[in-house]
């Protein structure tokens, strides 16, 4: 079974029988657990490099609140 939890201001992080593929459905990593980038400024797109931690990314909504 593949599982898939949000990190409060960090990655995505994907465990399972999994496999990442490029929009031409070609294999880029196989693997059993991944770490996937949220905030947009890793240098390894699509994983994580830690870069959210440096650039102060934040899950919150913008203002705060919930969006529905």
Not at 5 to 23: M, Q, R, S, W
Not at 31 to 36: I, K, N, S, Y
Not at 47 to 64: L, Y
């Amino acid at each position: 079974m593949a599982s898939i939890t949000l990190n409060k201001n960090g990655p995505y992080h994907v465990k399972g029988d999994i496999e990442i593929t490029d929009a031409e459905g070609n294999v880029i990593e196989a693997g059993p657990e991944f770490w996937l980038c949220r905030c947009g400024h890793s240098a390894t797109k699509p994983f994580c490099d830690g870069t959210h931690k440096k650039v102060g990314f934040s899950d919150e909504p913008a203002g705060g609140a919930e969006s529905t």
